[in-house]
Structures are given as C-alpha cells and as structure tokens.
C-alpha cells in the first residue's frame, strides 16, 4: 500500500512535466551551461575593452598631431566712420546695419560755409598772384639799373683818373717853367750887379718868376682836385659794385616772398575745396554698419564718431592656445576652423604669433612681484589667417565663437 501510494505521487509530477513539454535537466549539464555564458560574457567584455583600448590609441595617434581650442573668434578691422570738418548733418542716407561698399555716400553737412571758405581763399590767391607779377620785373629792372650805375661809375672813374693825368701834365709844364724863369731871375741878378741889364729888365725876370711860382702852386692844387675827384670816383664805383648785388638779392628775396605768399594762398585754396569735399561723408570701405548715433540738424565736430563700419571683407580668426600648446606650432602651418553658427569648417594658416600673453595686454596686468603669486597656464593670441574663395565667407562676422585645430606634425 505504501509503495503504491509512493508511485500514485509521481504519476502527476511526471504528467505536468509532459503537459509543460520539457524534461527536466540533469545537474551536470546545468553547471555546463552557466559556465559556458560566464565565459561568452568574459570574451565580449574583453573584446570590447580591446575595441576601447585600439580606438584610444587610434585617437591618440591621431590628436597628437594637432592642437585645438574653442577659447577664439573671428576678427575683423571695426572703423569709426568719422567727419573731418565740422558741420551741421543735412542728410542722413544709411539705416543701421546697412552693408555698404567703398565710396557710399553716407552723410551729407550743410556746405555753406565751406563754400565761403573757398570763395575766400580764391579771393587770397588772386591778390597775391597780383602781388607777385607786380614784383616779378623788379629784379629785371634792379639788375639793368645796377649795371648802368656800375658803368657809369666806371667812367667816372676814368675821366677823373684822364683829369688828373692832365692836371699832372700840366704840373709838370708848370715845374718846368718856374725852373726856367728861376734861372732866368738868377742871371738877371747876376747881370744886375755887374749894370749888364737894365733895372726894368730885371723886374720883368722877378715878376715872370713869381707868376712861374704862382702857376706851379695853382697846377699842384689842381692836381690835388682831381685826386680828390679819382679817389670820390672810385669810392663811388666800390659802393655801387656793393650795393648792387645786395639790392638785387633784396629784390630777389622780396620776389620769393611774393612766390612764398602765393603758394601759401594756393595751399590754402585747396584745403578749403578739400573741406567743401568733406561735407560729403562716404564710406572709407566695404563692410556692414553698426548703429549710427547722428540725426539731421545735429551739429558734429571733427572726429565724432557717426557710425561703426565693420570691413567684412578681410576676416581673421584670432585663437587663445594655451602656452603649453605652442611648442610645436608655427606660422605657416595649416589650420581647420569650424564656426558654430553656421556649423561650418573653414580652411586656414597660421599668420603669426601675439608679441605677449592676453594678460599684459589687458587693462591691470598681473603684478607677480606682490607675493601673492600663484601659476596659472597663460594663453598666446594666435592669428588664423583664412583662405579666401571659401563658401558663406559672407556670413561671417567678428566677434563669433569658433573652434580652430591647427596641424602641428
């Protein structure tokens, strides 16, 4: 009864195995089996440790060979749109934001005091051109009177200088007939005194010797005149040989005084048309306009700011790399810049390196002498170049965060 009540509580174990399909597993083929998936979880684990550890070093392999950063923008000349005279505005043709080229007219000032200016500064070179042809035939005149004045002295010089020669002579002639008459007056004593001649012809010899005597003194006072009149003569002809160069160089220099005041109004003549020019404001170069801070009817001084231009059309990216990140960099290797407002990558080169750190170009630079001194990686302006002929280059603008990878090996 017992072995039969045994096999009548199998019967329904043994039915619900084959209702469920299944025989139920033996101990050994179970353990086979967990082990099996330990070591089929193992190799996938380990295979995707190595698959981990080759795209590691296959990045590694790759990174070294460049460096990047995303502390960098795109850069560009900004100019402030300025007039050089001042004015009151009369015109204002641009709206902010407006893309201009080259030449654009952009503000106009009110131009009529420039024009009086110009007017005034015509009115200047007619007078001193006036004052300069009047003063041009003096040196002419001055040099054509200075050589008759010369010449004239000259001859001066030579009649006094024949004067005196005759006077000379005369002297002479004179000398020579006092000499006569003295001798003369000599014998006459002489003849006297033996009762050879008679009292009346030895007075005749005594007065013919005093006239002799009077016509020498006479000659040599003439002689004295004409040499005064030579020596007067040739002062006259030293001085005027003097004073002739230094009046031409006094007419010459007050000729190039007219000359100088001339150019001086003509110079001034054109600055006034450059002025008038200038009421007429335009565009220094191509790019794209900030907002303008200038209404009609304002008054502007030369120098305000009117409007930024920024010139698009020369970009450059300038990039922040880490001190640590320049050992290998230099100018002229290639560079990948991806700008992330248009999710693009732009193709550049390296132009040049910042002559310091950003932080002795800012405002308080780091004083590290105070005692408070902490290291702090520096980062070095580096200066992209881009290629030009790129698509959407137009798009650009300063001021836009990118990423730039520059190629090191």
Do not use: C
Not at 25 to 46: E, H, I, N
Not at 163 to 179: F, G, I, T, V
Not at 272 to 279: D, F, S
């Amino acid at each position: 009864m017992a072995e039969s009540t045994e096999v009548a509580d199998q019967r329904p174990v043994r039915g619900d195995l084959r209702e469920e399909g299944r025989q139920p597993p033996a101990a050994p083929d179970r353990a086979r089996s967990q082990q099996a998936k330990k070591r089929s979880v193992r190799a996938r684990v380990l295979a995707g440790l190595a698959v981990v550890a080759l795209a590691a070093f296959a990045w590694w392999l790759y990174a070294r060979h460049f460096e990047e950063t995303d502390d960098a923008q795109i850069d560009g000349d900004i100019t402030a749109v300025s007039p050089r005279v001042a004015g009151t505005m009369v015109a204002v043709h641009v709206v902010d934001h407006q893309q201009v080229k080259q030449g654009d007219l952009l503000f106009e000032l009110d131009p009529t005091d420039l024009e009086v200016a110009v007017a005034q500064a015509r009115a200047a070179v007619a007078q001193a051109e006036a004052a300069y042809q009047a003063e041009n035939p003096s040196v002419a005149i001055t040099e054509t009177s200075n050589r008759a004045s010369v010449s004239a002295a000259e001859d001066e010089v030579q009649n006094a200088r024949a004067d005196l020669s005759a006077a000379q002579h005369e002297l002479s002639q004179a000398e020579a007939q006092n000499r006569l008459a003295q001798l003369q007056l000599q014998r006459a004593k002489q003849l006297l005194a033996s009762n050879t001649v008679s009292q009346a012809d030895y007075d005749q010899r005594v007065s013919a010797a005093d006239v002799a005597r009077a016509n020498v003194e006479a000659a040599r006072q003439r002689v004295a005149q004409k040499q005064s009149r030579v020596d007067t003569a040739e002062t006259r002809l030293r001085e005027t040989r003097q004073n002739a160069p230094r009046q031409l160089v006094s007419r010459e220099a007050a000729l190039q005084v007219r000359k100088a005041n001339l150019g001086v109004a003509q110079a001034q003549l054109k600055q006034a048309e450059l002025n008038l020019g200038y009421a007429k404001i335009t565009a220094p170069a191509s790019g794209v306009l900030g907002r303008k801070s200038v209404n009609v009817g304002e008054r502007v001084q030369p120098g305000q700011q009117l409007v930024p231009l920024t010139q698009t059309g020369a970009l450059w990216v300038t990039a922040n790399f880490r001190e640590t990140q320049i050992e290998l960099m230099k100018p002229g290797q290639k560079a990948t810049v991806h700008v992330d407002a248009i999710d693009r990558d732009y193709n550049g080169v390296v132009e040049s390196f910042a002559g310091a750190t950003g932080s002795r170009y800012s405002l308080l630079p780091p004083e590290n002498a105070s005692g408070n001194y902490v290291k702090v990686v520096q980062r070095i302006p580096v200066r992209i170049r881009l290629d030009p002929g790129q698509p959407e280059m137009e798009r650009l603008r300063p001021g836009m965060s990118v990423e730039p990878k520059v190629r090191v090996r």
